[in-house]
């Protein structure tokens, strides 16, 4: 099988790079910067796992019919990157979007046919370094995709058996929906609230009314997902709000991150989209209400000092 990996940035470098050194056969569809920067230094991790260097192919023009494409771009980037693959979406390709949330599963599908459209989903952290060395900043690297319709189940399989190669042991999802949702709850309370308080987690629950407030975000993105047809299970819900109440925490979303940078950043996307099905919902959500009106003012700041 030929896979497509759209960038060779933290998450698809992290990915595609331990595929390409399985032998598995990877392009990296990618500027021509990023393509001459390969070409000089090699593909490079820095992984607590075990660090990386090796030759990768590289193209800055999608080939034609590739088997399968992984997606790991940021929402704010998907219009492009759709236009980039749309050579390589044959027949038969899946896509396997890693992108935050689950909007984008409705313009994928627009674009390309639903029935060529995975769910999937990562939870890893990686970071680009200056000299573009892919840099994991701990243990964990999962990643999970499945079908959405039954007809996608042997392509599924069939990817997850080339994937399994790649030696982080991938996962088969059998409800890939429902763990895309537990992760857009997660994931909007956590950079909803770390972007608003301007925090990591560990200094907003020290606040005197931090940890409710908390818990309250989490219970709005819960009776959203819950009026969607995803309600958390009691297992996940625990989960996420151990993670969101850790005293001494010093986890922030990436979102806070590319805030604090001055750069663009997925609140429509994420805080955006919950507060919207929210409001179809017919649901009161006030903490999401503050939390998109805060990134929407930082963003109308960044574009008046010429942000892009």
């Not at 029935?115 to 990562?122: A, D, N």
């Not at 940078?261 to 919207?276: K, Q, S, V």
């Amino acid at each position: 099988m030929r896979l497509l990996v759209l960038g060779a940035g933290g998450i698809g470098g992290y990915f595609g790079g331990r595929l390409a050194a399985a032998g598995v056969d990877v392009r990296f569809l990618v500027r021509p910067r990023r393509a001459a920067q390969l070409a000089e230094t090699g593909l490079v991790i820095k992984s607590p796992l075990g660090d990386l260097t090796l030759t990768v192919k590289t193209v800055v023009e999608a080939p034609p019919s590739v088997d399968a494409v992984l997606l790991a771009c940021k929402a704010y980037d998907l219009e492009g990157a759709m236009a980039a693959i749309a050579p390589a979406i044959g027949p038969s390709t899946c896509i396997v979007p890693l992108l935050n949330g689950v909007r984008h599963l409705d313009h994928l599908d627009a674009r390309f046919g639903a029935e060529r459209v995975l769910g999937g989903l990562c939870h890893i952290g990686v970071a680009l370094g200056p000299a573009g060395e892919i840099q994991h900043l701990n243990t964990l690297q999962r990643l999970a995709f499945g079908a959405r319709t039954h007809s996608q189940q042997d392509a599924a399989q069939a990817l997850h058996e080339l994937v399994e190669r790649g030696g982080f042991a991938p996962v088969l999802s059998q409800d890939i929906l429902q763990e895309m949702w537990e992760k857009f709850v997660f994931l909007t309370t956590y950079a909803g609230m770390t972007t608003l308080m301007r925090a990591p987690v560990g200094a907003i629950v020290q606040a005197q009314d931090g940890e409710a407030l908390m818990r309250q975000m989490l219970g709005e993105c819960v009776a959203t997902a819950a009026a969607s047809g995803y309600i958390p299970s009691q297992d996940a819900y625990a989960r996420m709000f151990t993670t969101l109440s850790e005293r001494g925490s010093t986890g922030t979303a990436s979102m806070l991150r590319d805030l604090q940078r001055g750069g663009p950043t997925e609140h429509e996307h994420i805080i955006g989209d919950m507060l919207r099905r929210a409001h179809e919902a017919r649901l009161d959500a006030p903490l999401l209400r503050v939390s998109l009106a805060h990134m929407q003012a930082y963003e109308a700041t960044r574009m008046a000092h010429g942000g892009e």
